[in-house]
C-alpha cells in the first residue's frame, strides 16, 4: 500500500 506516501504528500503540500 503506498497510503503513507500520499498522506506526506498531502501534509508536505498543506505544511508548505
Do not use: A, Q
Amino acid at each position: 500500500v503506498i497510503i503513507i506516501d500520499e498522506i506526506l504528500k498531502f501534509f508536505s503540500r498543506n505544511f508548505r
